[in-house]
């Protein structure tokens, strides 16, 4: 079997014309080169060039150039495309986030980590915690982003920052024009919305309050929807507050519990790929950075 490295030397004797520019080449003498000639030629047991000028190829020459030329070339992207993937810089990179960081914090982050991984793919799923939990245990995602607990059995979670609840309602309601932080008892009498962040609150006075509500939404785009249409008010992280139509204001709540701590998971049993590494190490860098210029506290 000729090796690979006999054939490169070869390809670069037959590209230069002469050993010693062929052997400049390759970091090695010409005594060197000239003997792994004479191997390759002993091996297939026909001579490779002309004359021991390697001006010229022979027919055997010929046939094993054009083979050789495509191997290494096919060897060389091979071993590219391995080595990026190994120092993080290509592959496959899946992502399950809630929809306030995925909206807010990854666009701007992506941009940049993307740049310098060309051949890199990403898939992004935009859900809520719950889900967000389920697609990491199932292995259909390998990084979830989401505000549930940091201690999750059979996951890794590396907290990211800490985003307070705030009660989000209509512009023009009773409550917008409250002076006070809210207590739970200033929310009595009113439409309490359900979604993801608020049924695992825990708190006795609201879910008393929550007890007597008609509606549960989990995607955020139809919760502001319904509070904009009067049907009741809800709680969003703060982070999801920052793009609210005209029509809505939030208010802040004063229980302490009102408190989210988005963090990363991912399985305890999978190791992380060396993408999956970077974007673990660099996202919770970049993303501490914009919660503190958010006014939210890193974690």
Not at 230 to 250: E, F, I, K, Q, R
Request: hydrophobic share 45%; proline share 5%; net charge neutral.
């Amino acid at each position: 079997m000729l090796r690979l490295e006999a054939l490169r030397a070869f390809v670069e004797v037959a590209d230069h014309g002469n050993i010693k520019d062929a052997s400049e080449r390759l970091y090695r003498t010409p005594a060197a080169v000239s003997m792994t000639l004479k191997q390759i030629e002993e091996r297939l047991g026909a001579s490779l060039f002309e004359t021991d000028r390697k001006t010229t190829l022979t027919e055997t020459g010929r046939f094993l150039y054009e083979q050789a030329v495509v191997l290494l070339r096919d060897h060389d992207r091979m071993m590219e495309q391995i080595e990026a993937q190994a120092k993080g810089r290509s592959g496959r990179l899946r992502i399950a986030s809630v929809p306030s960081v995925a909206t807010l914090l990854l666009p701007r982050f992506l941009q940049g980590f993307a740049a310098t991984r060309p051949d890199l793919e990403i898939d992004l799923v935009d859900t809520d915690s719950r889900d967000v939990r389920l697609l990491v245990e199932n292995s259909q995602v390998d990084l979830g982003i989401s505000g549930l607990s940091a201690d999750l059995p059979g996951l890794v979670s590396t907290p990211i920052f800490r985003d307070p609840l705030r009660l989000v309602c209509r512009a023009d309601s009773a409550l917008a024009t409250h002076a006070e932080t809210l207590d739970w008892g200033d929310l009595a009498g009113e439409a309490i919305i359900m979604n993801e962040a608020s049924k695992v609150l825990p708190s006795p006075a609201f879910q008393a309050l929550a007890r007597n509500a008609r509606f549960s939404v989990r995607n955020v785009a139809s919760l502001v929807a319904m509070v904009q249409a009067g049907l009741g008010v809800t709680l969003m992280p703060a982070l999801a507050t920052a793009s609210l139509p005209a029509a809505l204001t939030t208010r802040p709540l004063r229980d302490p519990v009102c408190m989210r701590t988005v963090s990363l998971h991912w399985r305890h049993d999978r190791r992380l790929s060396p993408v999956s590494q970077r974007f673990v190490a660099e996202f919770t860098e970049a993303a501490r950075k914009k919660a503190r210029e958010l006014g939210l506290d890193a974690a």
